[in-house]
């Protein structure tokens, strides 16, 4: 338009007149338009009509629809608040049926279990199984682990009440059941039992004036234990009705415990007293009757035993029987036969049964305790909860349990010492026995006992056979240390004859044979070191104490003395090879090299002595600083006083003198260690090398002089072997 009207923007009223005209046209247009349609508007007003009337009819309808709605509306909500009441009530019943069977399951006990509770036979298999799987039962129902609310239903009080009667019925009947068990095993254990001292008390002590050795003799007791096995045996069927009273009546099951161990006690008491004293009997009598030997040493003359039985036995044959040797002074007095090894090994081998028979008796009790009171430690699940076998369930356990687990151990260790409280006293008893009869036994009872410890660790460390055994293993040991500390107080006590020769000292050969009899019985031993500790003492004490005879001996050289002892102890060591004296064996060997070669220098000076006096003169003069070809022209030492020497020492003196000391020598030495050979031939050798130390002086100090002596190396040689062959 604007195009076309150019000049709008120049002229805008032209412009705004031209368009009001063109508006007029089309208004006037428009109406008549309109006026020419007036029929189709009334048309259409009629058919508006009519649809307005249609929309009243369908409102009218709507309304009609609308109100059958609400009714069925406030039915629906009816229904739907019904449908969801009987939900709701489902629900409820469903957990309260849930709950029921929760309370029936595990609340309810049938009636053959309560009737195993309250009259099963407990003396039979199939009672004694009722019984248990009852009790499980009856465990299984009080320990349910109720809901909160649960113990104000009148149903759960009244099965609570019992339960609670139940369990202290069935509790008192377990209880006087077995204390009947326990009576009646004791009973027929002491009444059965006929124990070896008793048989002798009777048949030996009796009789006035009988031979008791020869009944000893005759009627020779088993040494041995009675085995509890069956006992125990049928006192197990009931070790998990122990644990059920363990854990519901802990005053009964601790009234139980301790009516076990005072009868048992009793009963262990007896058979150990009974079973100690056969031991000592035949500790007492381990010599031979034949040869009228009786195992005792000492003063006393009679024995410190645990009976007096055993007291009238050791009194009456201390007179007639001889006692074994108890030191390195009586050992190296007698023979090999003298010391009876036979008696020693028998002793062994009783020191050895008895143990052996403890060991398994303990070990068999001590496992039964466990067992039986359940006393073995459990590994714990949490704190607080129990697993439950039977059905897997968790269930809450008393904290006081967890306090009495944690020391059950303890409680083992505590009913055994009850139990055998016998043992170690009656242990030291035998141990001091056996120091009394030998205290060399000590030896053989430190082996066996180090060894039965040994394995008692082994198997249980903190058991109370190996607490025992080590309690005793310490007085074995004191004993052991005070045998060797009374060899050497018996060493530095000995005193030697003033009129004889000394020979080989008695405890020089006396360590020969304890350490022949200590390498027998410590061969494979684990306390192999307290033996080379007690050498090496010895040892010392030996050392010390021959040095101290021989500067005492009157009648006997000391050197004699030191070169015999040293050589004898040098061949014991060298031939027993032990290795822990490897330094003492060398000392010895060394002193009697030593004292060897000083006898036979101090004896040599002898039959050449004024030849001897005379060549250390000359030797002086060289060494205050005369030359050795001018002490000839020294007055005292000239070629004429040696000449004048010489001659008073010619080969038939000489010989002569060497007879003498051969003679001499010999009655020094002794015949047991047979030196004399040696010693002679040592003289030899040391003569030859004195005669070729005075030619040398006399070929250096007095040359030329064609001065010899009156014999030669060969006629020495000839002497010395005509003298030994002649005695």
């Not at 509890?228 to 009705?241: E, G, I, V």
């Not at 139990?419 to 036994?441: H, P, R, V, Y």
């Amino acid at each position: 338009m604007m195009e076309v009207c150019e000049y709008a923007i120049s002229n805008a009223e032209a412009f705004a007149e031209k368009l009001s005209r063109e508006l007029q046209v089309l208004d006037g247009a428009n109406i008549q338009s309109i006026m020419a349609s007036e029929k189709q508007v009334n048309t259409l007003m009629q058919l508006l009509d009519q649809a307005l009337a249609e929309v009243d009819t369908i409102e009218g309808k709507l309304l009609s629809y609308e109100e059958m709605l609400q009714s069925v509306k406030e039915q629906m909500d009816q229904i739907s608040q019904s449908n969801r009441l009987i939900q709701i009530s489902n629900t409820n019943n469903g957990k309260l049926l849930d709950e029921i069977q929760f309370l029936v399951n595990y609340m309810d006990l049938s009636k053959g279990h309560i009737k195993a509770l309250q009259e099963g036979d407990l003396s039979s298999p199939k009672g004694i199984e009722a019984c248990i799987n009852a009790s499980e039962a009856l465990s299984q129902c009080m320990n349910v682990a109720l809901k909160p609310g649960h113990d104000k239903l009148m149903a759960i009080k009244q099965q609570q009440h019992l339960f609670s009667e139940l369990r202290d019925t069935f509790a008192r009947r377990l209880t006087n059941h077995l204390n009947n068990v326990f009576v009646h095993q004791f009973n027929h254990f002491s009444h059965f039992k006929m124990t070896i001292p008793q048989f002798y008390r009777s048949s030996c002590l009796s009789l006035p004036g009988h031979d008791q050795s020869s009944t000893l003799a005759q009627h020779t007791a088993e040494l041995t234990l009675p085995k509890h096995s069956p006992l125990h045996r049928d006192l197990l069927r009931y070790a998990k009705l122990m644990e059920w009273l363990k854990n519901t009546q802990r005053e009964k099951y601790e009234g139980l415990s301790r009516t076990y161990m005072d009868y048992m006690t009793r009963l262990y008491e007896r058979e150990i007293k009974d079973f100690f004293e056969v031991a000592k009997i035949k500790m007492a009598g381990t010599s031979k009757d034949g040869k009228g030997k009786f195992g005792l040493h000492g003063s006393s003359g009679k024995l410190t035993g645990s009976t007096s039985s055993l007291n009238k036995l050791a009194v009456s044959s201390s007179n007639s029987r001889r006692s074994q040797s108890s030191s390195l002074l009586d050992m190296g007095n007698m023979s090999a036969s003298d010391l009876d090894v036979a008696d020693r090994t028998r002793f062994d081998k009783i020191f050895e049964q008895v143990l052996s028979e403890l060991e398994p008796l303990c070990l068999a009790e001590q496992d039964f305790i466990s067992k039986f009171f359940k006393l073995q430690q459990i590994p714990t699940l949490a704190q607080g909860e129990n697993m439950d076998d039977s059905d897997g369930l968790m269930h809450s356990k008393p904290v006081s349990e967890h306090r009495h687990s944690i020391s059950e151990k303890d409680m083992v260790r505590m009913m055994m010492n009850k139990i055998f409280q016998s043992i170690e006293t009656e242990l030291n008893s035998l141990i001091a026995l056996g120091d009394k009869i030998d205290s060399f036994n000590s030896l053989y009872m430190l082996v066996k006992m180090s060894h039965h410890v040994w394995t008692a660790e082994n198997v249980d460390p903190a058991s109370y056979l190996s607490t025992t055994l080590g309690n005793v293993l310490v007085t074995v040991k004191r004993n052991f240390d005070k045998c060797i500390s009374a060899q050497i107080r018996q060493m530095e006590e000995v005193k030697i004859s003033k009129k004889s020769k000394v020979g080989i000292l008695p405890f020089v050969t006396g360590f020969e044979e304890f350490a022949k009899l200590a390498e027998a019985i410590f061969r494979n031993a684990e306390r192999r070191g307290d033996l080379d500790k007690a050498y090496i003492k010895l040892m010392r004490a030996v050392f010390n104490n021959v040095e101290k005879v021989a500067n005492e001996s009157q009648k006997t050289p000391r050197d004699v003395v030191m070169m015999e002892n040293f050589h004898h102890i040098f061949s014991t060591l060298s031939s027993l090879k032990i290795s822990c004296l490897e330094a003492e064996r060398k000392e010895a060997k060394q002193k009697y090299t030593e004292h060897l070669q000083s006898y036979v220098i101090n004896s040599l000076g002898q039959p050449l002595e004024k030849l001897n006096h005379f060549f250390e003169g000359v030797e002086a003069r060289v060494a205050q600083g005369v030359r050795e070809e001018e002490v000839s022209y020294q007055l005292a030492f000239n070629k004429q006083e040696l000449r004048k020497v010489i001659k008073e020492y010619p080969g038939k003196e000489v010989k002569k003198g060497l007879d003498n000391l051969y003679r001499k020598v010999d009655k020094h030495l002794c015949d047991e260690e047979s030196l004399l050979q040696v010693v002679w031939h040592s003289m030899q050798d040391e003569f030859i090398r004195q005669y070729k130390h005075f030619e040398g002086l006399i070929n250096r100090c007095y040359p030329g002089s064609g001065i010899t002596m009156e014999f030669t190396i060969q006629d020495m040689l000839e002497y010395f072997s005509s003298i030994a062959q002649s005695h």
